[in-house]
Structure formats: C-alpha cells, structure tokens
Nanobody
Framework: QVQLAESGGGSVQAGESLRLSCEAS??????????MLWFRQAPGKERELVAR???????SYADSVKGRFTISRDINKFTVTLDMSGLKPEDTAMYYC????????????WGQGTQVTVSS
C-alpha cells in the first residue's frame, strides 16, 4: 500500500512563494504507473483539484492557479512537488497530495495534508 507524506506548508504573506513536496513510500510498482495530484480544501468548502501530473510528466492545472503554480515530479524518487508563487489569501487551505494508480481515481491514495496560510 502506497503511503504519501506531504511537507512544506506554512504561513506566508500575499505575493510570496512556497514549495510543497510529497514523497511516496511502501510502493512496489513503478512510479510511472501513477498520476500524482494536489488537492486543497479551505474551511467550509469542498476539496478541489489544484494540479495533476501524469506518469509521463504531463501537467494540468485548475484555472485558479494557472500561471502561478507548477507541478513537477521525480519518477525515480516517487516524489511530486508543487511550486506556488504569487500566493493569494484565497489560496489558504489544507493541501493534500494524492496518487492514482494507473491514473484511476478509484485507486486513489491520499496523504495527510499540509496547511498553507496566506495573509494579506
């Protein structure tokens, strides 16, 4: 069973940057067989997809973060990174890493989450 551990959250001012990292452990198959995702959930709101990257490192983003966030991965280390710049107060949320085996949402594994707080 894959386990995910996020790191890198914190509190910043609007306009600043943060890097979130997620490292997988306990896996037996190739990292290339997983799509990796970042979600976020703000208080009182539903969890939303922020960014996704395929096993071939093809990224996609929510419209709200395009041009500000960059998702990347290291296939060899089974890690995924979310570089966030130009942070806004509305980016404040708990950020969750997820891994979809075979890029199938039904086979999704979640991390515990890391808090990002952006103050104005």
């Amino acid at each position: 069973q894959v386990q995910l551990a996020e790191s890198g959250g914190g509190s910043v001012q609007a306009g600043e940057s943060l890097r979130l990292s997620c490292e997988a452990s306990g896996y037996k198959d190739s990292a290339a067989g997983y799509c990796m995702l970042w979600f976020r959930q703000a208080p009182g709101k539903e969890r939303e997809l922020v960014a996704r990257i395929t096993g071939k490192s093809v990224p996609s983003y929510a419209d709200s973060v395009k041009g500000r966030f960059t998702i990347s991965r290291d296939i060899n280390k089974f890690t995924v990174t979310l570089d966030m710049s130009g942070l806004k107060p509305e980016d404040t949320a708990m950020y969750y890493c997820a891994a979809d085996r075979l890029c199938a949402p039904l086979l999704r594994v979640w991390g515990q989450g890391t808090q990002v707080t952006v103050s104005s």
